[in-house]
């Protein structure tokens, strides 16, 4: 609901939690939707989202589980019986009890599983075999399926018949005695034809099933650029086992870009997580950059005359070192971008790199053009002046070299190069700015 | 189409352009969807780019600029005539059009419109007054509505009579004789009910319609938390004037994460901009860069003395700055993700703000034993090993102060903490970084 009654609610419980009794907490929950209070657990440092988290209905719990992120909803299912568990995923759908199953450790689930109705364990046991990232994760099973002998009058009598069609439904699908997808059928396209009319008649055969193994990813470019609501899903036999929909295709979308932008600064862990937990996912990104950190000094190392008898150098010498992460930052961001987007391939990359080229030099023109009268303004000193322009134009054309060079061949050994593209460039730019600027130095002013 | 044959033509333009014929890329733009041919067009450099879209029929040409990004879609206007773009835009949606007519200078589109038929004009003129970041700029005027005595009846002949509804037609909504919004009716809801019920017995009136003048992030937050397909939009006196579907909530929350992540490296162009316009683009970022980076260099030159008699300090003062900037980065990039989420606000600031604290220290502990360690390995001076180990203790904890303060700060003067932010954030690291190493030894070594 886009209710504004429910809406007040959330913003009340997450300014004021502290101020309220529990019965009103309570009652300020049971006008929430289930993702509405997913996002005030979000939202509650862990002492209060448990507390919130334990105010629910056990069959609120379910809904609300499955709209978290994995580690908060890994969290609260640690801290909940088997039996309740039970009892909070009996309502949700094949997808969404999936979700929430396949983090458990082994033991768990499998306790969890044998308490189960053989139907439900059966049902649930498929939907466990498709790996997380795949279509087959994101796979309901609620399709309904009609027959190309069908008529249209005979399809409304069934669909009549169902009560209750499951959420975004926007098609049915037409398949053969053996359960193979042969096409699909809108439902507006049903209410809008003549009843006597047979489904082959006015089925659409045009858009491809999706295969259970596809990439998620992949899944959501078919959705976006074909503007979809549902999809089918098949088997590699090309049998009907189930549909994905629009909203789980959305939240794939929004966990990618979270991942992206996480990704590059190397953090991995829900905005309120624990000191302890919070540590441990950075920790690797900031010891990665002390050795990092450590190669560049190294390169400074070599260069101790030279700053020994010159001592502004090493005044000077961050400022080429910065500028040229900048650069690689950007040209960076840019390629990852493009290579999200598939947008970047062979037959386009060489012009890419000589346009980075060409901005490198442009802006090089430019900076190069600043530093050196800043730099002459402060030191009076036209040498060191003019060294610090060369030193800047040699990073920026090395950062273009970094930028684009380093997340092609992270991605081409299976590495995800948002996630160790940056320090990898800036440390190439780090040290390449040093060595141009104190070498220069050492050739022209010892 | 997910169809395997036009995906197939996709990679074949995007790999071999250049060894086709005309004809060869013509016949196979045909076998493309528009998303797709837009792909094509954002993947290929500017030249290609235009001999692609100069192969389009006219009729197709509204579809792909529609779905292109913003900065190419006005790129090939420009090249097109007046009236070549009437006929390629006649046969879109409202907001489409829209998309496409609000960028073009005044002039021309006043002689468009004064081209186009009263009724279009008419239209356009409304959908124009929306701006393009509120629920009226993804505003279709494509509703279909009934009144709440109508029979489930006579709304089915009413739809057969239409012969096609609009895409993504999951609901209909229901208004009184003023247009005042009242309900909204499932399509799936009007084949399971009997003919004979009343509109207004199983009409749903639970949903609030979405306001015109929504912020179009707030509309995307709806769609996801609510799974919608598609919503009403009223005027401020509560009348229906359009709806939304979640195809464009989807571009919004793509355009979204998109511009999150390259604001952050200070970058805003399209993957493969002209090089003069991507210099342009990245100058700025580079320029305030420049201006920091001299900041922290007047630090380092507050302490030419002490460099001058101990010349390795010079080459580990970078470590505590580099330490302190991947840190802050992390920090800012949590409360970013916070922010865009609507996670933070006054009551977990704080409890945020100490464990970032938390996180600093135990992370600042292990690492600056560990630089300690090796710095003493390397120049075998304990002083100096302690003072590193110090400093760097220092800047981390100055890292979270910058991280959670910037953003903030910049948010409360409405600008986005994610373009800002960054640079900002690792000049205040750097600064203290220098400040804290140089300061410490002047005082313990001099």
């Known amino acids: 609901m886009s209710d504004s009654k429910s809406n007040d609610s959330l913003k009340t419980i997450l300014d004021d939690a502290s101020n309220l009794s529990l019965n009103q907490i309570r009652r300020l929950l049971k006008k929430m939707t289930a993702s509405e209070i997913a996002h005030a657990l ?3 440092p862990p002492k209060q989202r448990n507390l919130l988290f334990s105010l629910l209905k056990t069959e609120e719990e379910g809904d609300v589980l499955f709209e978290l992120g994995e580690e908060i909803q890994q969290d609260l299912v640690s801290n909940i019986s088997n039996e309740e568990l039970i009892e909070a995923v009996k309502e949700l759908e094949l997808d969404e009890i999936v979700d929430i199953l396949q983090n458990l450790p082994e033991e768990r689930m499998n306790n969890i599983l044998s308490n189960m109705s053989l139907v439900d364990r059966k049902r649930i046991e498929i939907g466990l075999t498709f790996p997380d990232n795949t279509a087959g994760g994101l796979l309901n099973t609620d399709v309904i399926s009609v027959r190309p002998n069908n008529s249209i009058n005979e399809v409304i009598s069934y669909l009549r018949d169902q009560s209750d069609l499951p959420e975004n439904t926007d098609k049915i699908f037409v398949v053969n005695n053996e359960n193979e997808y042969l096409g699909e059928l809108l439902i507006s396209k049903i209410i809008t034809s003549k009843p006597s009319m047979l489904v082959r008649e006015i089925m659409d055969t045009e858009f491809f099933p999706i295969d259970v193994d596809l990439d998620d990813k992949e899944v959501a470019t078919i959705f976006e650029r074909n503007d979809l609501i549902s999809s089918s899903v098949v088997d590699k036999d090309g049998k009907l086992i189930g549909r994905i929909t629009i909203d789980d295709v959305v939240d794939v979308i929004r ?9 590059m600064a190397g953090v991995a862990e829900d905005t309120f997580a624990p000191p302890g937990r919070a540590a441990k996912s950075r920790v690797f990104w900031l010891s990665l950059n ?6 560049a000094a190294s390169t400074i190392n070599l260069f101790q005359d030279v700053i020994d008898k010159i001592v502004y150098l090493a005044v000077l010498m961050p400022i080429v070192a910065s500028m040229g992460g900048v650069a690689a930052t950007q040209t960076l961001t840019i390629v990852l971008r493009g290579l999200t987007l598939e947008q970047i391939n062979t037959s386009n990359i060489r012009w890419l790199f000589k346009r980075e080229l060409a901005v490198s030099i442009l802006n090089g023109i430019v900076l190069s053009i600043l530093v050196g009268l800043v730099t002459f303004g402060w ?6 002046a003019i060294l610090i322009s060369c030193a800047l134009v040699i990073n920026l054309i090395s950062s273009v070299i970094a930028g684009i060079l380093v997340p092609l061949i992270l991605r081409k050994f299976n590495q995800d190069p948002a996630i160790g593209g940056s320090v990898v460039v800036t440390t190439i ?4 700015g040093f060595l141009s600027f104190l070498g220069l130095a050492t050739i022209y002013l010892i």
């Open 255 to 263: 966990e990618d870009a979270d991942q992206n932008l996480l990704g």
């Open 429 to 432: 730019t780090d040290v390449v």
């Open 42 to 44: 979000e939202s509650s």
């Open 290 to 295: 002390l050795i990092t950190a450590f190669i």
């Open 379 to 384: 030191f009076k000193d036209i040498t060191i």
